[in-house]
């Protein structure tokens, strides 16, 4: 089933560096028709850019999109950052945010096993979940993988509301404390994410690493 939505792609065997597996899960739903996608858009850029500007991060941050409106879809297959490139996603559909997750957990536990069958080392894997609704799926299943995995530190996984978004559903999905997006601040949250990513990848492989305030994107 995994791989009904996967990309061919080839991993990258000759780069010896650990890396940072992020899986970014977007909701292009009918409701972010207009200004919301053209901005989370824009966003992507600015966390391509940001990326691409360290050379470290470049080599070890891999990033994956999964976007959810009209279904369910892989826009990008886990890639380093140094060949990551943006694309322009469309709204458009429903919010099938419950089977996005799922998906999204089956795509860390394939990584995770390609990274060892190529004795690769990893850091903790991020899922940051982006949306402006309400899950019109079932999201309960997902929602217990979820804390299931972060009980078990096999990944860290950040839920972002946008204007219209249920707060309290996301709360449940996720144990860390959901964050609402101070207006279409999409932009200043890719390159605090990007800092974020960066940092954790200019650590060592399991070290605790202190993430920066998320002012300036987030509403307070």
Sequence with gaps: MLNEYLEKVEFDSSNPEPRCPCILLLDVSGSMY????????????????????????????????VAFGNGVAVQQDFITANQFEARQLAASGMTPMGEAIGLALDMIQERKSTYKKNGVAYYRPWIFLITDGEPTDNWQLAAERVKQAEGRKSVAFFAVGVQGARMETLAQITSRQPVSLKGLNFQEMFVWLSQSLTSVSHSQVGEQVPLSSPTGWAAV
């Design 34 to 65: 207009g200004e919301p996608i053209n901005q989370l858009n824009e966003g992507l850029v600015a966390f391509e850019k940001a990326l691409k500007d360290d050379n470290l991060a470049a080599m070890r941050v891999e990033v994956a999109i």
